[in-house]
Nanobody, 121 residues
């Protein structure tokens, strides 16, 4: 059973920083893209950033320059460093990973349980 476990959320003041982590655990063959999405109250889930196995990244325009995604393939972990946080960044942040369970299988999309990030003074 594959699990994605997020950590690092919390309450931060405007202008502050947070670092989210998401580790994949369980039995699987390989991980392809890993990424972060977020969902604010009353809004749809939206892309924050994605990173490939080779380290290529893609960011939603509004997060470029403030957020940085990285990953440690040896630890099956993806990180999101968030700087200059704004109240509008308040949301539940979800980790996503494309994971193949067996050598002959196909990649499936897995989600973490979400971690709350609240930006408020």
């Amino acid at each position: 059973q594959v699990q994605l476990v997020e950590s690092g959320g919390g309450l931060v003041q405007p202008g502050g920083s947070l670092r989210l982590s998401c580790a994949a655990s369980g039995s699987f063959f390989s991980i392809r893209d890993m990424g972060w999405y977020r969902q604010a109250p009353g809004a749809q889930r939206e892309l924050v950033a994605v990173i490939t196995t080779g380290g290529s990244t893609n960011y939603a325009d509004s997060r470029k320059g403030r957020f940085a995604i990285s990953r440690d393939n040896a630890k099956n972990t993806v990180y999101l460093r968030m700087n200059s946080l704004r109240p509008e960044d308040t949301a539940v942040y979800y980790c996503n990973a494309q994971i193949k369970n067996a050598a002959g299988g196909s990649y499936g999309s897995y989600w973490g349980q979400g971690t709350q990030v609240t930006v408020s003074s």
